[in-house]
Each structure stands twice: as C-alpha cells, then as structure tokens.
C-alpha cells in the first residue's frame, strides 16, 4: 500500500512541476483599470461582458469591461471558460 502511495505521490507531484514548467499554469488574463488587481485574492467575479462566444482578446474584453462597468471597480479582464466568454472582475 505504502508502495503504491508514493509511486502516485510521485508522478502527481512530476506531472505538478511539468504544468508549471511549460506555462500550462500561467493565465493570459489583463490587468485592466485603475489600480489591477493581480492576485487572485484581491479580486471577485463582477459579471459578462460582450457576445458570447468572445472571440476578442484579453486586452479587448478589459476594454469591454472598462466601458461597461467603468474603472473602478473593474480591475482584471479575462476570456476564459470552456465557451470562451469576457469575464469582468473587481476588487472585494
């Protein structure tokens, strides 16, 4: 049993430093507005923005954000989601 638990601790912590390594963990998201908010702890979903599918880019959708929301609150901007949609966020 003790075998098998570290062979999987293993390869999870292998595939952990792989998915780092090569990026897959880096978000693409847009500091956008007055101030950002980099950290994911600073920050809370404030809404949509945009057609959906969003086929701009980051920079497009804190752009699109910027106008609806207006800055503040609006500091990060992100296409994200398996549907591709702008999501704005704002500082908590």
Known sequence: MAKNLNSISF???LLVLVMASTGILKSEAQTCGVG?????????FWGECGPA???GTNAECCACCVTKFGSPPVC????????THCHCYKKK
Request: include cysteine; proline fraction near 9%; glycine fraction near 8%.
């Open 53 to 55: 599918p969003f086929t």
């Open 36 to 44: 950002g908010c980099p950290n994911l702890v600073d920050r809370v």
């Open 11 to 13: 390869t999870v912590c």
């Open 76 to 83: 990060w901007a992100v296409v994200e989601g398996s549907d």
